[in-house]
């Protein structure tokens, strides 16, 4: 009775070692990667958001700020596709669909160009008031 105990206990401890060996969260991820970015650190930055990202998949932050260290190294076209993605999250906010237009132009995406810089100027003058 004992030995099965023992065999249970040291199972789950196995089972559980990632769990509390990892000892991050996707925040933390985050903040890692930001301090790299403020040393120009590009690379690790990117790293460190991509962990944030897998970890919670819906980290539009995360997407943005990678997006802005792919553009650092010039991964125009990895840059591009994070500020499509977070545009999925901020489906009203032009300047992410401007950045992804933007830089689906500079890479020759012009379909996906288009198709961004339409929409921000749209979702742009929804937002502008009215004068009259």
Not at 17 to 45: C, H, I, M, S, W
Not at 56 to 85: G, H, N, V
Request: glycine fraction near 6%.
């Amino acid at each position: 009775m004992k030995t099965g105990k023992m065999i249970w206990i040291i199972l789950l401890g196995f089972l559980l070692t990632p769990v509390f060996a990892e000892g991050q969260n996707p925040r933390k991820y985050y903040k890692t990667g930001d301090d790299f970015f403020e040393t120009k650190n590009y690379l690790d930055a990117i790293d460190q958001y991509t962990r944030a990202i897998e970890m919670d998949p819906d980290f539009t932050k995360a997407y943005l700020a990678r997006a802005t260290a792919y553009e650092q190294i010039d991964s125009l076209e990895q840059a591009a596709m994070d500020y499509k993605r977070a545009s999925v999250f901020l489906n009203k906010d032009d300047e992410v669909h401007y950045h992804a237009g933007r830089l689906f132009n500079d890479i020759g995406s012009y379909h996906d160009a288009l198709y961004m810089l339409n929409k921000a100027t749209s979702i742009s003058r929804r937002n502008t008031p009215c004068s009259g």
